[in-house]
Every structure is written in C-alpha cells, then in structure tokens.
C-alpha cells in the first residue's frame, strides 16, 4: 500500500508539533456524489492564493490502492473495523507532513470523527472494544495535530444543498460568504460544511457519472443511497442539538 499519491515533505514520526499560531479548519462532510471534493479543491485553489494552506484528502484521492481497499471492504475481505483503521492512518500520513505543520489553513474531506460516529453506525459486527480503540485513535489525532472537535462551539456548522447550485454558485457562495471572511482576520472559528444532496436522481446521477467501479457495484440504484444520506442527516442534527442545549 502506498502512503500517498502525491509527494508531502515528511517529517519524523515523533516530532512534536509546538504550532506557533491556531490553525483554522474547514471541514467538508457528507453523503457520496454530493461535491466535498471539488469543492475541497476550489477553496484550497482560492485559499493558496494568499497563504499556506494544505487539503487533507479522504483514502480514495490519496492512496492510488484506496479503490481497492473499499472493493477489499465491499467483497468481505477485510473488515470494517480494518478498512476505518485504514482510512484514519491515510489521514495521518498526511498530517504528519511540513506541509500540515507550516499550513495556516486546513481543509478536510470529512472529519476524522466520521469514521466512526457515521461509517461504523450500524455497523453490528464491530464489537465495543473496536469502537473503542477506533475512539482512542481518533482522539489521539486530534490532540495530537491540534484537530478541533465538531462538538465545539467553536466550530460552526453549515448545511448546503448541493441539488441546484451548479458547482461554480457553490464555490462562490462558499468564498463570498464565509472563506472570505476567514482570510481577513474577521471572524476566528472552524467551519464543519455538511454537504448534501435533497435531488437523490442528481446525485446518483454525479456516482454514475464519476464511474468508480467499486461504489457502482455497492450503490446499484438510487434508493441505496438513502441509509447513508439520512446517517449524515441525524449526524448533522445530532450535533446541531448538542450544541443548544449547551449554550
């Protein structure tokens, strides 16, 4: 398996990470085939124009064997459990990495939390010590590279339908709105965006459309994407809910 697809200056595995300023992070959750990576990629194009700036990019765009990893996962070759531990320590080759450290803006293709709290939902095979040691992972990364935890108040949360902003509307709204501001010193938070889809015809459309052998095979019609989509949904409430009643 590969660490990566494109080259990151390494840095040793136990340097520490003594960051002189707070990093701000933008997150991209959500469902399949609702635009997390293209948008990912303007904001980080825009972003780099006035600063350093890194794109911490999910298994599938950052190790070339990613596809097989999730065909491994689909056929029963590997477990979910092994297939999350995968997808958290792709992350960390990619934090472990100059680039991470000299970046002053981070952008995520989903948060590491997901791996678990959305991809291991319902996941009745995995027993309470894997979810266990699948937690402890991800709170080792994000007090390790200083990684905000979406339950902070700290971390602003907004929802974008994906259905009817083609993707130029999408990028504009996003830079206009809220990256802006960010790059002027005008406001000093994190923002976690859910993506979604509510036209589920449009973003099966896109999953045919962007042809992955392994998601056409699993997502054979546009109704099996529905258990997924309402996962980030009740994800996205969840934490929505939380953070009221902590006011």
Not at 8 to 21: D, G
Not at 37 to 51: D, K, P, R, V
Not at 141 to 170: A, G
Request: charged share 25%; glycine share 2%.
């Amino acid at each position: 398996m590969s660490n990566n697809s494109s080259p990151v200056n390494k840095i040793p595995a136990k340097q520490p990470y003594p960051y002189q300023f707070r990093k701000q992070h933008i997150f991209l959750g959500g469902s399949i085939a609702t635009g997390k990576s293209t948008l990912g990629s303007a904001i980080y194009n825009y972003i780099s124009n006035y600063t350093e700036v890194i794109f911490i990019r999910e298994y599938i765009d950052y190790d070339p064997f990613g596809e097989e990893m999730l065909k491994k996962l689909f056929n029963n070759a590997i477990t979910n459990y092994e297939f999350q531990k995968y997808i958290l320590q792709c992350y960390e080759d990619q934090l472990n990495s100059l680039d991470y450290e000299e970046a002053d803006f981070v952008i995520w293709d989903r948060h590491p939390t997901e791996s678990l709290e959305i991809f291991c939902n319902d996941d009745k095979m995995l027993t309470n010590e894997q979810k266990e040691r699948l937690k402890i992972q991800i709170e080792y990364l994000c007090k390790r590279y200083q990684i905000p935890s979406i339950t902070k108040n700290t971390v602003n949360m907004i929802k974008l339908d994906t259905s009817y902003l083609d993707i130029i509307e999408l990028e504009q709204l996003v830079l206009s709105d809220y990256i802006c501001s960010l790059l002027l010193g005008e406001i000093d938070t994190d923002y976690y965006f859910l993506l979604y889809c509510s036209n589920i015809d449009i973003q099966f459309k896109r999953l045919l459309n962007r042809n992955r052998q392994s998601e056409t095979s699993r997502y054979k019609y546009k109704e099996h994407l529905l258990p997924l989509n309402n996962t980030y949904m009740n994800f996205f409430i969840k934490q929505q809910t939380s953070k009221s009643t902590s006011n």
